[in-house]
C-alpha cells in the first residue's frame, strides 16, 4: 500500500472542490460570481470521493457516487480530505460511494 506525504491512501474519504459555470447554480453552489457579460455564473460544489488507488507515480485513483473513476495529480489544490465534521456530516454521502460497483470509466480531472 502507499502512502502520499500529506496522509493521503486508499479507502480515505476526500472532498473535491469542483468549479462550474451554469445560468442556474444549483443548491449546494459555493462561492457564486456573476460573469462579466451576466449570463452566466461562476461557482463551486463540493463533491465527495473515494481515494481507491494510489499510483506508483503519486497520482489519485478516486471513486465517485455513480462509479465513475478520475485520475487526479497528488498536489491537486482543490482536492483535500475529509475533516472529522465532514465525515460525520456527509457520512451518507461517502458510504454511498463504498456501496457502488466500479463502471470502470477513468476520466483525467482538469485543472481548474
Known amino acids: ?18 468549479t462550474k459555470f451554469s445560468t442556474h447554480p444549483g443548491p449546494r453552489a459555493q462561492n ?3 460573469a462579466v457579460n451576466g449570463d452566466e ?3 463551486t460544489v463540493d463533491k465527495f470521493w473515494i481515494v481507491a ?3 506508483n507515480d503519486g497520482s489519485l485513483l478516486l471513486k465517485t457516487r455513480r462509479g465513475k473513476e478520475h485520475v487526479v495529480p497528488p498536489d491537486y489544490l482543490n482536492l ?7 465525515r460525520w456530516r456527509y457520512r ?16 483525467q480531472a482538469s485543472p481548474a
Not at 483535500?80 to 465532514?86: C, D, G, I, Q, T
Not at 461517502?94 to 466500479?102: D, G, H, R
Request: no cysteine; hydrophobic share 40%.
Open 41 to 43: 455564473y461562476a461557482y
Open 80 to 86: 483535500r480530505k475529509a475533516n472529522v465534521w465532514e
Open 32 to 34: 457564486v460570481l456573476p
Open 1 to 18: 500500500m502507499t502512502v502520499m506525504r500529506n496522509g493521503i491512501q486508499p479507502g480515505d474519504w476526500v472532498i473535491y472542490r469542483k
Open 92 to 107: 451518507d454521502r461517502f458510504e454511498a460511494i463504498a456501496e457502488t460497483p466500479n463502471t470502470g470509466a477513468t476520466q
Open 53 to 55: 488507488e494510489v499510483r
